[in-house]
């Protein structure tokens, strides 16, 4: 038996929605939560080493000893507005009159970085948790407004960062976001300060309970507890299994060791905070597929709703310009994708990944890291670089990790560990490491002087991304073949192909259809969740694209059929049978695990009614749909949805004066009419 799926639920913007929603991973039971302290009794070297480090301090209560701001100067002015400073019997304070246009004063109740900038958190009356608009400039010493370096919410229309909703989930762990509807209050609560044990190993209390009695099973192993890096029990990559005597340590499964991962399940332990991504699965845990969790964003998504900040998160050629997004430059390297180098190839020990205390990463010392794999150029390395041996220019990092990524008031190194380009400076603005430190000289100097050392090098691939992402962004249809080109490079890292299958989505050029219909086939989760996403626009109605949507149900990877599930949507239905349906109603649950995580987010309420409606339970349809409808009921489709899910529960009446209220500038007025004229 066939059947025509719903085509009323034609749901526009489901992939804006999945695109700049940020979820908060769903937090262990509280009997669950391991607090670093915990792990301190046994590995006391390594948690005083993770308390000096970076990762510990991300966020802090505001005292004496972690506020960083000159609060004696009184009062600041920043961007035409004036804030007012203070401290009282050790808080600090400020005053501000922007939020509600009338003089208001907030204790500061955390801070939120230490290094470079610091920002000031305080909790409203409504339990949300805002970062206040004056920062602190580390390094200069003054104040600034952080709209220089952070646009709110991604959204102009906000006028402050509501971190306990945005930010939360890497500023801290073991978190817990709740939200009332009935109050509208918000409780956010958490067991530690910054990044601790579980984020990085896994849970922990099996791991203690097996190993509490005593430390006789691992001196009997061979090795302490709280040993030095690289003696540590275990052989299995990423467990303690096997002791160097040849025997299983009992329980000592029962944590993770991201050193001893994969490089690809390694390197997803620290893109869960240093990649830009959407999460479509809360609950990630060391050692899981990091696309069963999230979905990377890449180069071409941004573009698809203007950035008003000016401050695009990618550089024309797909690599990364804005910071915390390491990862996702580190899987386009050759490295990685070649080498099989991950994070801790050169970041040795993550409990301090204070860049400034590793001297093993600062030029030239960091050579040695590099050389480790590339011996033959370290043999004769002025012949490759062209520099004296002990100057700048024949350090590694210098050339292939310039610092081009924009950060807090700052430049970091670029991990895409790539090769100057001065071409594309020329071009399209994109900074090269040539010109980087002979800031003397143009671009073009470069360009003549990398011809006459390296002519017909790998520099022509990235002239050749920038090239055709450019001109994909100004919808120029000659980037079609260049893009194709791009993407059915199986030597190409796989994100690079998945970012030219997502401007492929732009074009209804057969080519491109059939391009992202091979790319939904691919070996690679991001290319195959891009190129199912892309065939929303792209193949509206073309039969064998709805088969492969339908086929990504099946995928072996959640972001894969979250993505199919919403592309469906979006085009408007598919032939389904009964089976087809099925996995339609499978996929719809795992789509509202996500969302029921959002309670105050009137988006994904109406997201998640819509998915109910798919499967048919039109009573959790309409308790969703009803809750978008209170938080925000003047959204566009709410009461046209809300009124398909009252029809559903055979509450006519309430559904004939929702169809009635739908406006005329709402999409679906068109199709209320005519649900309204059905009910006559």
């Known amino acids: 038996m066939r059947s025509r799926w719903f085509t009323a639920l034609i749901v526009g913007g489901f992939v804006a929605v999945v695109a700049s929603a940020q979820i908060v991973p769903k937090p262990a039971a509280p009997d669950e939560v391991i607090t670093a302290q915990s792990c301190a009794s046994c590995h006391a070297r390594i948690h005083d080493t993770w308390t000096s480090g970076r990762h510990s301090k991300m966020i802090q209560p505001a005292t004496s000893a972690t506020v960083k701001g000159d609060f004696s100067q009184g009062a600041v002015t920043l961007q035409g507005s004036r804030y007012g400073l203070r401290i009282g019997d050790g808080a600090y304070f400020m005053t501000e009159s922007v939020l509600t246009g009338k003089e208001q004063e907030h204790r500061i109740d955390y801070t939120l970085g230490s290094r470079r900038i610091q920002h000031y958190l305080t909790t409203t009356a409504q339990g949300s948790i805002i970062v206040l608009a004056p920062s602190w400039d580390v390094q200069r010493r003054e104040w600034f ?21 945005s930010c939360v989930g890497c500023h801290v762990s073991g978190q817990t976001n709740t939200f009332d509807a009935a109050t509208r209050k918000y409780e956010t609560r ?14 922990g209390r099996d791991h203690i309970r097996k190993y509490s009695a005593g430390t006789e099973v691992l001196r009997r192993a061979g090795t302490e507890v709280d040993a030095p890096p690289g003696t540590e029990v275990g052989r299995r990559p990423g467990t303690e299994v096997e002791a160097r005597a040849g025997t299983e340590v009992p329980g000592a499964r029962a944590i993770v060791r991201p050193t001893r991962l994969d490089p690809n399940t390694s390197s997803m332990v620290c893109a869960q905070c240093h990649s830009l991504r959407t999460m479509v699965n809360p609950g990630y845990q060391a050692g899981q597929d990091y696309y069963d969790f999230f979905v990377p964003a890449l180069e071409h998504a941004p573009h698809t709703r203007p950035h008003a900040s000016q401050d695009p ?26 080498g099989g180098a991950t994070c801790t190839t050169c970041h040795a020990d993550p409990h301090l990944p204070d860049v400034d205390r ?12 590099c050389i480790r794999c590339h011996e033959a150029i370290g043999a004769r390395l002025s ?15 210098e050339c292939h990790m310039p ?63 920038a090239e055709a992402f450019s001109a994909a962004r100004a919808g120029r249809p000659e980037a079609v073949d260049h893009l194709i080109a791009i993407a059915d490079d199986d030597r190409s890292a796989p994100l690079t192909r998945a970012n030219a299958l997502g401007y492929l989505g732009n074009y209804t050029d057969p080519r491109a259809i059939a391009a ?9 989760p991001a290319i195959r969740a891009t190129s199912v996403a892309a065939l929303a626009g792209a193949a509206r109605g073309d039969r064998a694209s709805g088969a492969a949507l339908l086929a990504a149900l099946d995928d072996a990877r959640r972001a894969v059929r979250i993505t199919a599930l919403v592309t469906l949507v979006n085009q408007g239905g598919a032939d389904v049978t009964d089976l087809d349906l099925q996995r339609v109603r499978r996929v719809s649950e795992e789509f509202v695990q996500w969302t029921r995580a959002n309670q105050d987010d009137a988006q994904l309420q109406r997201a998640q009614g819509i998915a109910y409606l798919l499967g048919g339970d039109f009573a959790r349809a309409a308790d969703a749909l009803n809750a978008s409808f209170n938080l925000q009921p003047d959204a566009p489709s709410v009461k046209f949805f809300l009124g398909i899910a009252r029809f559903g529960q055979q509450r006519f009446d309430e559904a004939r004066a929702l169809f009635n209220q739908v406006p005329r500038t709402d999409p679906y007025y068109e199709k209320a009419q005519e649900q309204l004229k059905k009910m006559r």
């Open 358 to 369: 590793n001297p093993q990463l600062a030029p030239p010392a960091s050579n040695a890291l």
């Open 383 to 397: 012949a490759h670089t062209r520099h004296g041996a002990r100057s700048a220019g024949s350090s590694c990092v």
């Open 516 to 524: 992202l219909l091979r790319g939904a086939q691919a070996n690679h």
């Open 145 to 165: 407004h952080n709209r220089e370096i952070v646009r709110p919410d991604e959204d102009d229309r906000q006028i402050v960062q509501q971190w306990s909703k």
């Open 403 to 465: 610092k081009t990524v924009i950060s807090i008031k700052a430049k970091i190194r670029d991990h895409t560990i790539g090769v100057p380009a001065p071409e594309n400076t020329v071009k399209f603005g994109i900074p090269n490491a040539c010109t980087e430190c002979h800031a003397d000289k143009p671009a073009s100097w470069a360009v003549d002087t990398l011809a006459s050392w390296w002519p017909g090098g790998r520099r022509a691939q990235l002239i050749a991304r």
């Open 313 to 338: 998160p990618y550089w024309p050629d797909g690599r990364p310009r804005r910071f915390s997004n390491d990862a996702i430059g580190l899987w386009q390297s050759a490295c990685f994708v070649r």
């Open 190 to 203: 958490w067991t530690d300060f910054g990044t601790s044990c579980e984020r990085c190993h896994g849970p």
